[in-house]
């Protein structure tokens, strides 16, 4: 049974930094492509962040690049995602997701696997 269990979410002041991390189990987790999305009510799922399976590769929505980054470890089968200069914009609910195989990394419709959900909930 796979699971992938999310952690770190919390309120934040505008500005400041949050980490995310994921805990998978269950699947080879070396060989999934790893992804972050976040859904705000009323809109839809969106892509944040993914890595590849050897973390070689990492991609990121353009609006977060430099703000945000992704990182695994596949000895301990984690996920983390680093958020910095946080706005109230990046208010959401955040998952992770596992994807065996991915053509478009931030088409949710290509994972595979899906956490619960960290809220995050960034004040200015």
């Known amino acids: 049974q796979v699971q992938l269990v999310e952690s770190g979410g919390g309120s934040v002041q505008a500005g400041g930094s949050l980490i995310l991390s994921c805990a998978a189990s269950?699947?080879?987790?070396?060989?999934?492509?790893m992804g972050w999305f976040r859904q705000a009510p009323g809109k839809e799922r969106e892509g944040v962040a993914v890595?590849?399976?050897?973390?070689?590769?990492?991609y990121y929505a353009d609006s977060l690049k430099g703000r945000f980054t992704i990182s695994r470890d596949n000895g301990k089968n984690t996920l983390n995602l680093q958020m910095n200069s946080l706005k109230s914009e990046d208010t959401a609910m955040y998952f992770c997701a596992a994807a065996a195989f991915v053509i478009q990394p931030f088409r949710p419709a290509n994972y595979n696997y899906w956490g619960q959900g960290t809220q995050v909930t960034v004040s200015s």
């Open positions: 890595i590849s399976p050897s973390g070689s590769r990492t």
């Open positions: 269950g699947l080879k987790y070396s060989s999934y492509y």
